[in-house]
T-cell receptor
Framework: EADIYQTPRYLVIGTGKKITLECSQT?????MYWYQQDPGMELHLIHY???????EKGDLSSESTVSRIRTEHFPLTLESARPSHTSQYLC?????????????FGSGTQLSVL | QKEVEQNSGPLSVPEGAIASLNCTYS??????FFWYRQYSGKSPELIMS????GDKEDGRFTAQLNKASQYVSLLIRDSQPSDSATYLC????????????FGRGTSLIVHP
């Protein structure tokens, strides 16, 4: 059973605010991901990490930052929220066994920027 | 051209029928293929993975892979209303970052 947690579950915030979406996993996974998903659309990769002190940009990374100071924690920060950031944000970690990878997703954060 | 293509549906099948979900991908060197199920308002969960050509069966689910045609499918036998969800196809790149790329998903509705 996967243990990956995201907080908050829902967030409504005004334009221009700085926000941090939290993601933690207790499985000791090295690889972690942030995806953005709009209804009926693909998951778009925002950032990913191979492990502590490793962060890489995905397709939609330009307006957000991440950090990976501890294995279990991978927060996502929006410096200045805009209505275009309204979306579902999904955090995932992956387990690699025998060279094969399985992703585990958190419950997601539904963000609304007014 | 999108890297992973799926028909968004909805695909509607009667209870007990076989549901067939299809996915094509553009990266010919891709090696790993996944099917995730996502219920409305929930996060995706992995239901099948396949790595070599042919069929892989797990209970009522069968994944089929044809690398020459760059095509992967998911068959659900004896479909149940509880199978109603969006099914996401994901393909892991052959090189570089090895990050999974997701299609937009196919909505499946199983009606009693």
């Amino acid at each position: 059973e996967a243990d990956i947690y995201q907080t908050p579950r829902y967030l409504v915030i005004g334009t221009g605010k700085k926000i941090t979406l939290e993601c933690s996993q207790t499985m000791g996974h090295d690889k972690m991901y942030w995806y953005q998903q709009d209804p009926g659309m693909e998951l778009h990769l925002i950032h990913y990490s191979y492990g502590v002190n490793s962060t890489e940009k995905g397709d939609l990374s330009s307006e957000s930052t991440v950090s990976r100071i501890r294995t279990e924690h991978f927060p996502l920060t929006l410096e200045s929220a805009r209505p275009s950031h309204t979306s579902q944000y999904l955090c995932a970690s992956s387990e690699v066994t025998g060279g094969r990878e399985k992703l585990f997703f958190g419950s997601g954060t539904q963000l609304s920027v007014l | 051209q999108k890297e992973v293509e799926q028909n968004s549906g909805p695909l509607s099948v009667p209870e007990g029928a076989i549901a067939s979900l299809n996915c094509t991908y553009s990266d010919r060197g891709s090696q790993s293929f996944f099917w995730y199920r996502q219920y409305s308002g929930k996060s995706p969960e992995l239901i099948m993975s396949i790595y070599s050509n042919g069929d892989k069966e797990d209970g009522r689910f069968t994944a089929q892979l044809n690398k020459a045609s760059q095509y992967v499918s998911l068959l659900i036998r004896d479909s149940q209303p509880s199978d109603s969800a969006t099914y996401l196809c994901a393909v892991r790149a052959s090189g570089g970052s090895y990050i999974p790329t997701f299609g937009r998903g196919t909505s499946l509705i199983v009606h009693p």
